[in-house]
């Protein structure tokens, strides 16, 4: 095993200190903003009586399972974007097809998602502490803000209380962002949830996690218009990297950036590098209206750190089922 120098150590410590304090001032400024969540049933102490060691069994269940495969952590943050954006965040991705319905899992938008025996292994732990308590969607936005933070990310809190969906469609899938968007389309849709183009842009960078595959950005190497075989917003070394990793089929994986486990900034690092994988990631450097977000996170993580927790506690409240609207569910893959 290797041994950290006690300056690496120190380093380590600082960062984790530096993250910490960036999710104490979101926290504060919340408070001093008198900010309100917008939804009623929600709340960052919901469990505290009905389930009080939630938060540890989450994050532990979280750390062994990255320290087993790192690459778990991109797949988590993806499986909370892709469940909120369909019909809010209702846990409805974990939901399995039967033979009268196609779900959204199945769907080959979310083929890729990975880490719902992770979820089921968390409600299994929780259902023997608190029965009947806590619900799949809130496990999902958990998992997702821990594996961000053991990633190396920011460290931020969520509000809690959501309830679990009773409907699963493959055909509700086809809204979401497609890899092929360009920042008009982009600024669109999130707009059209909520969200500012600074939002945007600051989701967009959890791209820092995981991979694409080949299927998702092929349509930039062969072809790409009447004057370009090849898309001229890629670099011609990079272009040349995932036409090699396209050889190897549409399922081959391509990482979105040098440090595909590690939470930070290399994304918008590679975006002015023109090396972003999609189209949709590529189009944030090259549009006027998203270039400036992109050109200040690479050049200030701890800015990036901040709007992108704001973004994802907005993102984690998405049409959030209340009351009778929703469940609790005994098991994640099927409503009760």
């Excluded at 400036?292 to 998405?318: C, H, I, P, T």
Aim: proline letters at 4%.
């Amino acid at each position: 095993m290797l041994q950290l120098s006690s300056s690496n150590s120190s380093l380590s410590f600082a960062r984790m200190m530096f993250r910490y304090v960036i999710g104490a001032m979101l926290l504060m400024g919340m408070v001093a903003k008198g900010f309100r969540f917008g939804v009623d049933a929600v709340s960052m102490n919901y469990y505290i009586m009905s389930c009080p060691m939630i938060d540890g069994i989450v994050r532990d269940a979280v750390s062994r399972a990255l320290q087993d495969d790192p690459t778990l952590a991109g797949p988590l943050l993806r499986m909370h974007f892709h469940d909120c954006w369909i019909q809010g965040c209702d846990a409805s991705i974990l939901i399995d097809s039967t033979k009268d319905n196609t779900a959204e899992k199945d769907s080959p938008g979310n083929l890729s998602l990975r880490g719902y025996e992770l979820i089921d292994n968390i409600k299994d732990e929780l259902e023997d502490q608190c029965p009947g308590v806590v619900s799949c969607a809130d496990i999902i936005a958990m998992a997702a803000r821990d594996a961000v933070f053991l990633s190396g990310g920011p460290i931020y809190d969520i509000p809690k209380g959501r309830k679990d969906g009773r409907r699963s469609k493959i055909e509700y899938t086809i809204n979401l962002p497609f890899p092929t968007f360009n920042s008009s389309e982009l600024i669109r849709v999130f707009g059209q949830r909520g969200f500012t183009i600074q939002d945007m842009v600051a989701l967009s960078g959890a791209h820092t996690l995981g991979v694409a595959r080949c299927a998702s950005f092929k349509n930039r190497l062969s072809k790409f218009d009447n004057t370009h075989e090849v898309d001229p917003s890629l670099d011609a070394n990079f272009a040349s990297t995932i036409s090699k990793t396209c050889s190897a089929g549409d399922k081959a994986e391509q990482p979105f950036d040098a440090s595909r486990n590690d939470f930070d900034n290399l994304y918008f690092h590679a975006l002015q590098n023109k090396a972003g994988l999609l189209t949709s990631d590529q189009t944030l450097f090259d549009s006027p209206r998203t270039r400036g977000f992109v050109n200040g996170y690479a050049m200030n993580e701890a800015m990036f750190f901040m709007d992108f927790q704001r973004a994802m506690v907005k993102m984690s409240l998405l049409d959030v089922k209340e009351g009778a609207k929703g469940e609790v569910r005994r098991d994640c893959r099927k409503i009760n």
